[in-house]
């Protein structure tokens, strides 16, 4: 099984600024890696694809990096919508436990 | 524009069965899989089960195996995820999730419901 570890758990972050998030596979997953965003009460959102594309609609500032156990979510200038819970989804072996993230919470600073 | 409705919340006894619903719009229900994700409180999303929209095909987690089916009914552009034999343990918030590929579970979501929250308590 192929596990996915977020970090941190949680981020805080002034308006404007940079926000980084690490999801790491424990075994190479190659680019097949998603990034969602969930706010409370609303669906999630998928954000990333195949580890760097934006899904469609999603702004800029959004954009993902990486490749077998290492990758990054990076959200520039933070708008106050960002603020949510971000997690990362390895969709290249038989869904397991692990292959979700625990999700990492992004909040105001 | 896609949009996934889920069924509303439901309480349920331990040992009863539960039936949640998502109801496809805003595109052509064959051409994609559709997914079942819960999410127990202060646990990670746990993926259930995928569906064919087109032939009905299914495939189970190994974890839900011998508990879960999932169905559609593809004149009410409808998926169905039935729970059986519910523990307090399966209180969760339950997703179904459009996968971007007709087939399989080596699938990313691209749509999601809200989600419903079922209740085991007795």
């Known amino acids: 099984e192929t596990e996915t570890t977020q970090s941190p758990a949680t981020l805080s972050v002034s308006p404007g600024e940079r926000a980084t998030l690490s999801c790491r596979a424990s075994?190479?997953?190659?680019?097949?890696l998603a990034w969602y965003q969930k706010k409370p009460g609303q669906a999630p959102r998928l954000l990333i694809y195949?580890?760097?594309t934006r899904a469609t609609g999603i702004p800029a500032r959004f954009s993902g990096s990486g490749s077998g156990t290492e990758f990054t979510l990076t959200i520039s200038n933070l708008q106050s919508e960002d603020f949510a819970v971000y997690f990362c989804?390895?969709?290249?072996?038989?869904?397991?436990?692990?292959?979700f993230g625990q999700g990492t919470r992004l909040e105001i600073k | 524009q896609v949009q996934l409705v889920q069924s509303g919340a439901e309480v349920k006894k331990p040992g009863a069965s539960v039936k949640v619903s998502c109801k496809a719009s805003?595109?052509?229900?064959?051409?994609?899989?559709l997914h079942w994700v819960r999410q127990a409180p202060g646990q990670r999303l746990e993926w259930m089960g995928w569906?064919?929209?087109?032939?009905?095909?299914?495939e189970y987690s190994q974890r839900f195996q011998s508990r879960v089916t999932i169905t559609r009914d593809t004149s009410a552009t409808t998926a169905y995820m039935e729970l059986s034999s519910l523990r307090p343990e399966d209180t969760a918030v339950y997703f179904c999730?459009?996968?971007?590929?007709?087939?399989?579970?080596?699938?990313?979501?691209?749509?999601w419901g809200v989600g419903t929250l079922v209740t085991v308590s007795s």
């Open positions: 999730a459009r996968g971007a590929f007709q087939t399989g579970y080596f699938n990313y979501f691209d749509h």
């Open positions: 805003g595109y052509t229900f064959s051409k994609n899989s």
């Open positions: 569906i064919n929209a087109a032939n009905g095909d299914t």
């Open positions: 075994k190479s997953v190659s680019t097949n």
């Open positions: 195949d580890s760097s």
């Open positions: 989804h390895q969709y290249n072996t038989r869904p397991s436990l692990g292959s």
